[in-house]
């Protein structure tokens, strides 16, 4: 349905999905697209996802692009279970950029940020990473398809893009290589006030099991958009080189799969989404990303 009453129609279609963020089933594929701080690497990375809810124009669309450049190397304790290929130099720091755009019907949003991890050991056992990222926000809408109710309503009047900067903060603590916390604040800019009430929580423990599997278990809370939600995920990796992904919060279940050969990785993710009053969308997910020879 294309056609809205001026401030009800920005209203309804941002917040009829309003406990769906973009790229929340590729937590355990791409889990720096939040927080820059979960993962340091070794050499220039580049990625790109697209995320499709539901087959209607109405429902989000989402693609996100990056590269993460590594700064400052040394050789960090390995994971228990990890091979020789985890154990080679990783960054003390990393630099990113990276685009997040989403578009639903008439609406289409663009974040475009900058942002710096750094971390250090805090003690033989523990590992802490902060990071910050900088950028711009800016969302636009098809002024020639409203139809109003109210001609003079100052804020469809006042352009057809609202603009914002954006900040967005991450901290990553690790015990004994292992045991991680990842807390992120993703927009600490809203509406251009202060944003303290969106958080992002992740914490997980790596099992190995034998030389060739490790299982990794974590726990999810996010507040999206002042909503409480909670899930928790598997990770099944084999060799290093194969995934398979379960999970669940308190709107739906995903499943994934995902290949890592040779320095390039291809993901996938289904979700189902078991809320009526939210479509009960399906939700696929596609990563790619892979380490640049430079």
Known sequence: MKY????????????????IRAFDNSKAI????????????????????????????????SIVAGMRMPLFQQRIRAPKGRSRRSRQKVATAVVGVQILNTKQDILQSTTINVSYAHQIDVSSRLNMAF????????????????????????LLNSGESFFNLHLNAGVTLILDGNLFLNIAAPTLLKNNEANFDEIIVRAGYPFAVGNDVIITAAANLD????????????RVEWKE???????????????????????FALGYTF????????????AHQISLYSILPF
């Open 30 to 61: 791409l889990p720096w697209v939040y927080n820059p701080t979960t993962t340091f690497i070794s050499d220039f990375q580049a990625y790109v996802g697209y995320d499709a809810r539901g087959t209607s124009s109405f429902t989000p669309q």
């Open 131 to 154: 990071g910050l990222g900088f950028g711009i926000y800016n969302m636009n809408y098809d002024y020639a398809a409203l139809s109003f109710i109210d001609q003079q309503d100052p």
């Open 271 to 282: 979700g189902q989404n078991f809320r009526p009053e939210q479509g009960q969308l399906q």
């Open 223 to 234: 507040t999206y958009n002042n909503n409480f939600i909670y899930g928790a995920d598997i």
């Open 241 to 263: 080189m194969i995934s398979l992904l379960a999970g669940g919060d308190t709107n739906k279940y995903h499943l994934g799969l995902l290949f890592d050969v040779s320095n």
């Open 4 to 19: 809205f009453g001026t401030l009800i129609l920005l209203v309804i279609s941002i917040s009829g999905f309003s406990q």
